[in-house]
């Protein structure tokens, strides 16, 4: 069936320390994974996404791995700040016409 | 703003009042979404509409009525619901059915 697993539900770390959120998803077919960040009080805003055809992608302090083979991703924060503090999505594309998302992972970053 | 808006940002109503949401987007986007956040559960897609047709409908509840007049306003008609339907009711955008959506800010629902 179609299902995203994300772990974990919530993440504390502190100022400068690297954040880990990992997703599993069941389709072998799915071949986009994007990630959103949703603050308090906002609705989910893409931050970074991966195809199947590359295995790692950065952005400044983001990257986003693939293991196509494990299907499963992973969104790694470097020198982490408060203003990163929120839930994290992950998500998996469903043929061409859907994403379903993970349950989202609260992360905290205390200064 | 994202160039979704949504209103209201807010709404309680009764188990028998009827009222509407609304979404608009100013992105020229073809596909607009309804999504349904409870606490601890996933995103829930609950209705697509692909160049104004409904493409999806989650086995939603008919007491959710969704209506796209044009590909920039989308509405969710809600009447009799349920205390479980308190949610947070997001609407999004997208030029392709699985790339680059764009969310609005919500409409945090209570029903009492």
């Known amino acids: 069936g179609e299902n995203v697993e994300q772990h974990p539900s919530t993440l504390s770390v502190q100022e400068g320390d690297s954040a880990v959120i990992k997703c599993t998803y069941s389709?072998?077919?799915?071949?986009?994974f994007p990630w959103y960040k949703q603050e308090l009080g906002k609705g989910p805003q893409l931050i970074i996404d991966?195809?199947?055809?590359?295995g790692e992608k950065k952005d400044q302090r983001i990257a986003v791995t693939l293991n196509k083979t494990a299907k499963h991703f992973s969104l790694h924060i470097t020198e982490t700040q408060p203003e990163d503090s929120a839930v994290y999505f992950c998500a998996a594309n469903f043929n061409t016409d859907k994403l379903i998302f993970g349950t989202g992972t609260r992360l905290q970053v205390f200064p | 703003e994202t160039g979704v808006t949504q209103t209201p940002r807010h709404l309680v109503m009764g188990m028998t009042n009827k009222k509407s949401l609304k979404c608009e987007q100013h992105?020229?986007?073809?596909?607009m979404y309804w999504y349904k956040q409870s606490a601890k559960k996933p995103l829930e897609l609950m209705f697509v509409?692909?160049?104004?047709?409904?493409?999806e409908n989650n086995s939603v509840p008919s007491r959710f009525s969704p209506e796209c007049p044009n590909s920039s306003h989308l509405f969710l008609h809600l009447h009799t619901l349920q205390p479980e339907d308190s949610a947070l009711y997001l609407c999004?955008?997208?030029?392709?059915?699985?790339?680059?959506?764009?969310f609005g800010s919500g409409t945090r629902l209570t029903v009492v």
């Open positions: 991966i195809r199947s055809n590359v």
């Open positions: 509409y692909n160049f104004k047709e409904q493409t």
């Open positions: 389709d072998s077919a799915s071949n986009y």
């Open positions: 992105l020229g986007h073809n596909a």
């Open positions: 999004a955008s997208s030029q392709d059915p699985v790339y680059g959506y764009t």
